[in-house]
């Protein structure tokens, strides 16, 4: 099966950073849409990042949700099959547990309305940004 598992979620510091890890097997990230939602209690499920890698595609394009732009960094590492958000300035309404998602076959743009057809979830990370 198509596996994502998430790490590196914990407890830091308003103004502090964390690196999200999501290790993936079970396909070629190269051939997949990857990216990272964020639930935080009472809020609705946000898109946080996202990198536009679909197969056949001519391009690579990356998502940034306007919350966190300019404070977080979404990269991969093909060779080890993991993508990472690196977190930065984080801020108290950062927390929330962190979710990996991939699919093959819808865009970034439209991962906000299409949740539930995704390919892939990962179970989640909890990130609390507290003093």
């Known amino acids: 099966q198509l596996q994502l598992v998430e790490s590196g979620g914990g407890l830091v510091q308003p103004g502090g950073s964390l690196r999200l890890s999501c290790a993936t097997s079970?396909?070629?990230?190269?051939?997949?849409?990857i990216g990272w939602f964020r639930q935080a209690p009472g809020k609705e499920r946000e898109v946080v990042s996202c990198i536009n890698d679909i197969s056949g595609s001519s391009t690579k394009t990356i998502y940034y949700a306007n919350s966190v732009k300019g404070r977080f960094i979404i990269s991969e590492d093909n060779a080890k099959n993991t993508v990472y958000l690196q977190m930065n300035s984080l801020k108290p309404d950062d927390t929330a547990v962190y979710y990996c998602?991939?699919?093959?076959?819808?865009?970034?743009?439209?991962?906000?309305?299409?949740?539930?057809?995704?390919?892939?979830w990962g179970q989640g990370t909890q990130v609390t940004v507290s003093s």
């Open positions: 079970g396909f070629i990230l190269d051939y997949y849409t």
């Open positions: 998602a991939a699919d093959r076959r819808y865009p970034c743009t439209v991962w906000r309305t299409i949740p539930t057809r995704l390919d892939s």
